[in-house]
């Protein structure tokens, strides 16, 4: 048979469900046809191929294609100068209920064209692309109005029009409350229910819902009223849930069978339980932890003892994570929430695809699979998670080239 193009001389990370751990292939080969995998294993038990290109790996490691699963990538300005204001002492509530945090940048997002915001969201993406990342999440959520949160989304699926990637994207109109709607949280959520939600799923612009369940964001019963909303239009739902205390927010996203918990430092026993039987990821978001100098980590050895699929994203925002590595996420992961090697590989790879409905098809190297990979300059795949800084990527492929 002959095929598009084949790597040899590779050892495999293959991510492989079938195989235990990491998957690993020692002597292993990766064929490739219609931008897809049609082998990868053994380079023994390789099928006679011909192949129109033969790459050959010399060692080198392959991975699959990394994901960030959690992103809020598309955005206007910046706050530095609030950076500046948490380390004299201001909190992360502190900041919002004085008009900074996540308000601060809808208002500069407001005031931004799709093209501006492309634009300023390339930086960010060519980072993330150049550590090996070939799938990514990014979310609206600083428009809080119909207007706005459309052209994020817009601004969000344009960037594979500039870049060669894969953008999922994640309507989060229940991010915060804007300053318009004079405290009426309630009234607020009506309108992305029944105004947001139509039109986005309409023009096809979110490939998911999103909310913020928190004391300074939305309650667990606006949460409701959104994540129906949402079932009405077939799109499924994930939540940033039980950040910042514990309103519950795992349990209500297991009760509404979410692809993924996110943030969930303050998730009980009780969340963690629910989460196992609906399937849901915990998607953990180190970044944040980190900047916000957090002190109470998520439960990693209930999440680890209940079987649940942790995933790992930068959360890449302005204000609490502007973060564009996943690299560092991983050491961040294993140094702080200490996650093992084999879990934080796997968190930007097979389960970080589980977090986005992407199952079989991202995040594995495996027959059927897309041909996106990393391959690298390193003897061992702990030196991924080992490493602050430093990138030992030597190729990325998206759909085999």
């Known amino acids: 048979?002959?095929?598009?193009?084949?790597?040899?001389?590779?050892?495999?990370?293959?991510?492989d469900p079938a195989r235990s751990g990491l998957?690993?292939?020692?002597?292993?080969?990766?064929?490739?046809?219609?931008?897809?995998i049609f082998y990868a294993g053994e380079m023994g038990d390789m099928p006679q191929l011909?192949?129109?290109?033969?790459?050959?790996?010399?060692?080198?490691w392959i991975t699959p294609?990394?994901?960030?699963c959690h992103t809020h990538l598309v955005h206007a300005g910046n706050r530095a100068r609030e950076f500046e204001l948490r380390l004299r002492g201001a909190s992360y509530k502190e900041l919002a209920r004085s008009g900074g945090g996540i308000a601060a940048t809808v208002a500069a997002t407001r005031s931004a064209s799709e093209a501006e915001l492309v634009a300023s969201a390339l930086p960010r993406l060519d980072a993330l692309i150049s550590e090996g990342v070939t799938t990514i999440e990014i979310k609206s959520g600083y428009g809080l109005e119909a207007e706005t949160e459309m052209r994020q989304l817009a601004a969000a699926r344009a960037l594979q029009r500039h870049r060669r990637v894969e953008v999922t994207t994640t309507f989060l109109g229940a991010h915060a409350l804007p300053g318009e709607e004079a405290g009426d949280a309630d009234r607020y959520i009506g309108k992305v229910c029944e105004e947001m939600v139509p039109a986005i799923?309409?023009?096809?612009?979110?490939?998911?819902?999103?909310?913020?369940?928190e004391s300074i964001a939305f309650s667990p019963a606006q949460i409701r009223r959104l994540f129906a909303a949402a079932r009405r239009h077939a799109l499924p739902v994930k939540l940033h849930a039980d950040q910042l205390s514990n309103l519950r927010?795992?349990?209500?996203?297991?009760?509404?069978?979410?692809?993924?918990a996110d943030h969930l430092e303050y998730t009980d026993a009780e969340g963690v339980a629910a989460m196992a039987r609906a399937g849901t990821v915990a998607v953990l978001l180190p970044g944040a932890f980190y900047f916000l100098r957090?002190?109470?980590?998520?439960?990693?050895?209930?999440l680890r003892s209940h079987g649940i699929p942790m995933a790992l994203a930068t959360d890449c925002n302005p204000g609490t994570s502007p973060l564009t590595s996943l690299l560092l996420v991983m050491n961040m992961?294993?140094?702080?929430?200490?996650?093992?090697?084999?879990?934080?590989?796997?968190?930007?790879?097979?389960?970080?695809?589980?977090?986005?409905?992407?199952?079989?098809?991202?995040?594995?190297?495996?027959?059927?699979?897309?041909?996106?990979?990393?391959?690298?300059?390193?003897?061992?795949?702990?030196?991924?998670?080992?490493?602050?800084?430093?990138?030992?990527?030597?190729?990325?492929?998206?759909?085999?080239?």
Request: charge should be neutral; proline fraction near 3%; charged fraction near 20%.
């Open 23 to 36: 998957g690993i292939v020692e002597k292993g080969a990766i064929a490739q046809q219609g931008g897809r």
């Open 1 to 15: 048979m002959r095929i598009e193009r084949l790597w040899t001389g590779a050892r495999l990370a293959t991510m």
């Open 249 to 260: 927010g795992a349990l209500l996203a297991a009760e509404a069978g979410a692809l993924s």
């Open 65 to 68: 294609g990394l994901i960030d």
């Open 50 to 60: 011909d192949a129109a290109e033969r790459v050959d790996c010399a060692g080198r």
């Open 333 to 401: 992961a294993a140094t702080l929430f200490r996650m093992t090697v084999e879990e934080c590989l796997l968190g930007v790879t097979r389960y970080a695809a589980r977090a986005l409905g992407r199952v079989g098809s991202h995040g594995v190297l495996s027959p059927g699979a897309w041909c996106d990979l990393a391959i690298w300059d390193i003897e061992q795949p702990a030196e991924l998670v080992y490493r602050m800084g430093g990138n030992p990527l030597h190729r990325r492929i998206w759909r085999g080239t």
């Open 201 to 213: 799923a309409a023009a096809a612009l979110a490939d998911a819902v999103d909310g913020f369940c």
């Open 294 to 302: 957090e002190t109470r980590a998520p439960p990693i050895a209930l």
